[in-house]
């Protein structure tokens, strides 16, 4: 038995299809079927049941598999022990973020990250929360950057920043830009975000409604093209505005802001890695949107 041979019924029951296992993996489906198969005449027993499409796993194997990524996890963190005497943090590290964040926080941080930690390998994967929070959980990703609190009874937050809520109006917009309330809005029509999207309900809660406007949009540049357009206003994150370009408005406070955080599985051992993604995105994020201070958090 083999730590490579447990990678592989990892990847075999979490894909059910030995093509896309191998894949995952990176070998030659033969080697990846054949080195199961070795697996499974040393134990004495079927770990995967062939006959079913997709493959399924059987009773005894899905014990089996449990108990290969404990091993795993535990090689890992054997792994990071005998690296953390180095200097420098290495190893590969798997990131889901949420399209409202990656958007404009992905530009920002990614060539920071290459530079300054090359023995680092980042992997980025722009998903909802609910696909993050089930990967995480599943352990295909090892971290989210999505807004919280979650309130996830097996994974931990880690709080980075509070981005504003601003609102977004058209060029030629002339109203109220300073102090808002959200009955300086009602006027207007209101474009939103589809269901899937968690900044949809956060924009619902600050205008106290369960449902608002006639357009839904699956991105917020197209939301933005459409108010460019002059066919209504919206709600955006901070970050996603130019001053020099764009036309929005802050509301009064307490300011409504939604909270950034990095979240992770209990058990997560990548700490160095995790602390160099901390400081690079802390270092982009202005200080004052560091601090909760005077604002409303504006729960997913």
Do not use: W
Not at 30 to 51: C, V
Not at 195 to 202: A, G
Request: proline letters at 5%.
């Amino acid at each position: 038995m083999t730590l490579t041979q447990l990678r592989y019924i990892v990847a075999l029951d979490r894909h059910k299809s030995f093509a896309r296992a191998a894949e995952s993996c990176l070998v030659a489906q033969p080697t990846l079927s054949l080195q199961i198969q070795k697996l499974e005449q040393e134990i004495g027993s079927e770990i995967f049941d062939r006959n079913k499409n997709p493959i399924i796993t059987t009773s005894f194997g899905k014990e089996i598999v449990e108990q290969a990524r404990v091993v795993l996890r535990e090689s890992e963190k054997l792994e990071e022990i005998f690296r953390g005497g180095r200097e420098d943090a290495s190893g590969e590290i798997s990131i889901g973020i949420i399209p409202t964040i990656s958007t404009y926080l992905l530009p920002l941080i990614f060539k920071l990250l290459d530079k300054n930690y090359p023995k680092i390998d980042f992997r980025f994967y722009e998903i909802p929360t609910s696909q993050i929070v089930e990967k995480i959980e599943n352990e295909d990703l090892d971290i989210g950057i999505l807004a919280t609190p979650l309130n996830q009874k097996n994974i931990l937050e880690k709080p980075l920043y509070y981005e504003p809520f601003v609102a977004y109006f058209p060029k030629n917009y002339e109203g109220k830009t300073l102090d808002l309330d959200i009955d300086d809005l009602k006027s207007n029509e209101f474009i939103l975000l589809g269901e899937d999207h968690c900044f949809r309900h956060q924009s619902l809660k600050i205008c106290g409604q369960r449902t608002l406007g006639k357009i839904e949009c699956g991105s917020l540049e197209t939301i933005r093209n459409m108010v460019d357009l002059g066919v209504g206003m919206t709600l955006l994150p901070l970050l996603s505005m130019n001053p020099k370009r764009d036309t929005f408005g802050r509301f009064k406070d307490p300011e409504p802001v939604r909270e950034v955080s990095l979240v992770f599985k209990h058990g997560f051992f990548k700490k160095k890695i995790l602390q160099a993604i901390e400081r690079t995105i802390l270092s982009v994020i202005p200080k004052d949107m560091q601090d909760k201070a005077g604002r409303k958090l504006i729960g997913v």
